[in-house]
């Protein structure tokens, strides 16, 4: 995997942030709950939560991608993996017209991974109320798989990287990339959203990530030729 791919998915979780605090914000805060009342612990109990929810990116990561690998060889074929590079590239599209504000087509992806979803909440409410750090761990990973159309655009990329770890680092990279806001507190997560929502940031972002998905989807169509 090339730096670059690297670079990108840490600046896609960095600029998509701002979804990620609207969508996991209010679970972020729910980590609190019964811990004890001390800011130091705090700030360790976020940590592990958030640990487990990178750790389920990245065995997602990991998944996708062997299987997509799987798959081509078993066909013998490159065409599978152009077709899910050019999938992936509309992905990537979509998700910047998401961040930028000028579509939310992307929401409609969402819901598919709800059907999914309501067979794994319940099992999020057996480590509630976190009493120890390492319960967070655990419920931080099952809030992973919580339906995302951020997660999901950079899972399909992640998924025709070319090899399994390379997809999983690419679902570490963008999972670092979330991990600021996720951890920011207090007023400092107050500014901190405030910028990531703003709409001229937003919409630079947006346009970024358009960007790569054109590169991604001229790479593949390339590759047919």
């Not at 909440?121 to 931080?140: C, D, N, Q, R």
């Amino acid at each position: 995997m090339t730096e670059l791919n690297f670079v990108a998915a840490l600046l896609i979780g960095l600029t998509g942030a701002g979804h990620c605090i609207s969508m996991c914000g209010g679970i972020a805060a729910a980590v609190t709950i019964g811990m004890p009342n001390k800011p130091q612990h705090h700030w360790i109990y976020l940590l592990y939560y958030n640990l487990g929810r990178i750790s389920s990116y990245m065995i997602a990561g990991l998944i996708v991608s062997q299987v997509i690998v799987e798959i081509s060889a078993i066909s013998n074929s490159a065409s599978i993996l152009i077709l899910m590079r050019i999938i992936a590239s509309i992905m990537m599209i979509m998700l910047g017209l998401y961040i930028g504000k000028w579509w939310s087509g992307l929401t409609y992806i969402e819901r598919v991974g709800h059907v999914i979803w309501r067979f794994i909440l319940p099992l999020t409410k057996h480590f509630l109320p976190l009493t120890s750090p390492t319960k967070a761990i655990p419920f931080g990973f099952l809030w992973g798989w919580l339906p995302c159309g951020l997660v999901y655009s950079t899972l399909t990329w992640a998924a025709v990287s070319g090899s399994a770890i390379d997809g999983m680092i690419i679902m570490l990279a963008f999972g670092l990339g979330t991990l600021p806001a996720m951890l920011a507190l207090g007023s400092i997560a107050d500014k901190l959203k405030s910028l990531l929502n703003n709409s001229y940031f937003k919409r630079i972002n947006g346009l970024f990530i358009i960007i790569y998905g054109i590169h991604i989807g001229y790479i593949a169509i390339n590759q047919i030729w």
